[in-house]
């Protein structure tokens, strides 16, 4: 059984220290696109799409008993460590806010993920590009999604690989 009393913030800033390593500005467009300010809003975007995640998922736990919160950090965690780009590693951090089972209200155009980013200046290629990733992931069922994008299937099986 896994340890419960995790530092849900301390495994946020140890997968924050390996996004930090990473370059991929261009792969988060913000509206006004300065580019002395990228890297601090690539990084301020990471930490307001984990805080999105975490207050949305609060209180869930995983059969564990662990926050649920760890599982978007692990999904991304993975992504990282596969090399893949930073619109891939945001849909991992909030591929559940707006989840069929958890929320099937705002499923079916991703609303939370995507006010989240428009309010925070994200360019409308990157909203599209980061929710149509976030559309591609579904865990089982019958009306399972076949992710027909690498940044898709990556997700997918990376969310698949930490269920296990």
């Not at 509206?31 to 930490?47: G, P, Q, Y």
């Not at 995507?114 to 990157?126: H, I, P, Q």
Request: aromatic residues 6%; hydrophobic residues 35%; contains cysteine.
């Amino acid at each position: 059984m896994a340890d419960i009393n995790v530092n849900v913030n301390e495994l946020y800033g140890k997968l924050r220290e390996k996004i930090e390593s990473i370059h991929c500005d261009k792969d988060i467009e913000t509206v006004d696109k300065k580019a002395s300010e990228a890297e601090s809003k690539r990084m301020h975007f990471f930490d307001y799409a984990f805080n999105l995640a975490n207050e949305y998922h609060g209180d869930q736990k995983r059969k564990s008993g662990e926050p649920y919160i760890i599982h978007p950090i692990a999904v991304c965690d993975i992504l990282v460590d596969l090399g893949m780009d930073c619109q891939s590693l945001v849909a991992a951090l909030l591929h559940d806010v707006d989840d069929r089972k958890l929320s099937p209200e705002t499923c079916e155009n991703k609303d939370r993920a995507v006010a989240y980013m428009r309010s925070k200046g994200l360019s409308e290629d990157t909203i599209v590009r980061v929710k149509d990733i976030i559309g591609e992931v579904s865990f089982a069922g019958t009306d399972s999604v076949v992710p027909k994008t690498l940044e898709g299937m990556c997700v997918q099986d990376a969310d698949r690989l930490d269920a296990l």
